[in-house]
């Protein structure tokens, strides 16, 4: 049972660490190669987020390494300094992505909207599901082992599996959003725009290895939650 856990968690860092050298290596790749629009990514940020017709967000630049996100709750696009300041594929196509998610949140789309209401109860299922199931399965004699309240800790889990699952669409929609303008407003041409394409994909990938290793380990739960019922 531990080994079946501790197995599962070792597949999917190894695959989330491959991932994840990829997209520094890509970033790094096309961090080298200039735009044509010879745009910084805060300058980026600002024109995707005015020909998107809002201009209540503002583009700040934050500490990190692909660090970049967006705040809805404060309206602004975080841009890493290699991206704020940078002026070449892998800034373009980062600081689009994140506008996208502005775009998002302005149009109310439907998916970003559904995972804003399951964050706060994703927050707490997240603190919660493996202490839950380290009591519900006995590991190490902590709690003596209760299907009870392993069957809560799947269902905390399953909250967090769910939210991981969700992120999937938000994120492909915001790089579908900012490749298509990317591409309409001229910032990255022929080339330029297939390396923005790649950059984003990888990306994107490390939200399926994470939604794929919370669904692989919520199936093996629920397994041994059956094989325990039946005993």
């Not at 967006?70 to 070449?88: C, F, I, Q």
């Not at 994140?98 to 299922?125: D, F, N, W």
């Not at 003596?144 to 069957?151: E, H, R, S």
Request: aromatic share 8%.
């Amino acid at each position: 049972m531990t080994l079946g856990i501790m197995a599962i968690s070792v597949i999917f860092m190894v695959i989330g660490m491959v991932v994840q050298y990829r997209l520094k290596s890509k970033f790094k790749e096309y961090g080298n190669v200039p735009t044509s629009s010879g745009l910084s990514g805060k300058e980026v940020a600002e024109k995707m987020l005015r020909d998107n017709g809002i201009y209540d967000v503002q583009v700040v630049s934050v500490p990190g390494f692909l660090s970049d996100h967006y705040d809805p709750s404060k309206k602004t696009v975080n841009l890493s300094a290699e991206v704020y300041e940078g002026r070449h594929v892998a800034a373009a196509a980062v600081s689009a992505h994140e506008c996208g998610h502005a775009v998002q949140h302005a149009t109310a789309y439907s998916m970003l909207q559904l995972r804003s209401k399951l964050v706060p109860i994703t927050q707490i299922s997240t603190n919660l599901s493996q202490w839950v199931i380290i009591a519900g399965l006995g590991i190490l004699g902590f709690g003596g082992g209760n299907q009870t309240i392993l069957l809560i800790g799947i269902i905390l889990f399953a909250v967090s599996t769910l939210f991981s699952v969700i992120t999937l669409p938000v994120e492909f929609d915001a790089s579908s959003r900012a490749l298509a303008w990317l591409n309409t407003a001229k910032i990255t041409r022929q080339q330029e725009h297939a390396q923005a394409k790649d950059a984003l994909k990888w990306a994107a990938l490390t939200y399926v290895v994470a939604a794929l290793s919370s669904i692989a380990m919520l199936v093996y739960y629920i397994m041994i939650y059956t094989s325990r019922s039946r005993d």
